[in-house]
Structures are given as structure tokens and as C-alpha cells.
């Protein structure tokens, strides 16, 4: 069975750090497009940031460049996302997703694989 999950989440005060980690399981993830979004209270889900399968290339929402870095570890089949400079306004419950895909993929419709998402909470 196939399975995401986050975890990381928590309340920070506005230009704080938090790094968020999806473990993947059931399957390696090796060769997946991984992607993390995030959804506000009555917000549709927005992209923010995307690793490709191997690493090489990554994108980055115009809102989170320049604050938020994601990486991953495929030995240990799971992503991370280092978020620093936190706003009020990234408040939002944030989820994984993967895509057996070498494209880099920035829509929530083109991701196969979800996880359930960590609420992050920031303060101002």
C-alpha cells in the first residue's frame, strides 16, 4: 500500500523556520516527481515547491523563492521542505504528493499519490 506522510508541522512566530518531512512507503519513490502544496482555510490547494526524481532540478512558487528549499533523500524515500522567514500568510495545512513522472510537474491534478498534511501555523 502505497502511503505519504507528513510530518514537521507546528506554530512559529513570523521569521521563524520549520522543516517539514513526507516519508514514502509501499513502494521506492526513486523515480517519482515529488511536490509539496498547501492549502489555507477556504483556499483552493496551491503549488509550492517541486524536486524532480533525481534531485537536479527543482521550481519554486514566486510566493515561497528565496525561503522555502526542498530536498530529498531517495535512500530513505522521503522529502523534505526547509521553510525560513515564515509569514503569517503561509499558514496552511501543507501536503505531499508524487507522480511516477520525469516531468516537473506544478499542478495538484497531475499527482497521483497524496498525503493527509501537517498543519503549519505561523503568528505575527
Known amino acids: 500500500q502505497v502511503q505519504l506522510v507528513e510530518s514537521g508541522g507546528g506554530l512559529v512566530q513570523a521569521g521563524g523556520s520549520l522543516r517539514l518531512s513526507c516519508a514514502a512507503s509501499?513502494?521506492?519513490?526513486?523515480?517519482?516527481?515529488m511536490g509539496w502544496f498547501r492549502q489555507a482555510p477556504g483556499k483552493e490547494r496551491e503549488f509550492v515547491a517541486v524536486?524532480?526524481?533525481?534531485?537536479?532540478?527543482?521550481y519554486y512558487a514566486d510566493s515561497v523563492k528565496g525561503r522555502f528549499t526542498i530536498s530529498r533523500d531517495n535512500a530513505k524515500n522521503t522529502i523534505y521542505l526547509q521553510m525560513t522567514g515564515l509569514k503569517p500568510e503561509d499558514t496552511a495545512v501543507y501536503h505531499c504528493?508524487?507522480?511516477?513522472?520525469?516531468?516537473?510537474?506544478?499542478?495538484?491534478?497531475?499527482?497521483?499519490?497524496w498525503g493527509q498534511g501537517t498543519q503549519v501555523t505561523v503568528s505575527s
Open positions: 504528493a508524487a507522480r511516477n513522472s520525469r516531468r516537473v510537474l506544478t499542478t495538484a491534478k497531475d499527482y497521483d499519490y
Open positions: 524536486i524532480s526524481w533525481g534531485g537536479r532540478n527543482t
Open positions: 509501499g513502494r521506492s519513490f526513486s523515480s517519482d516527481t
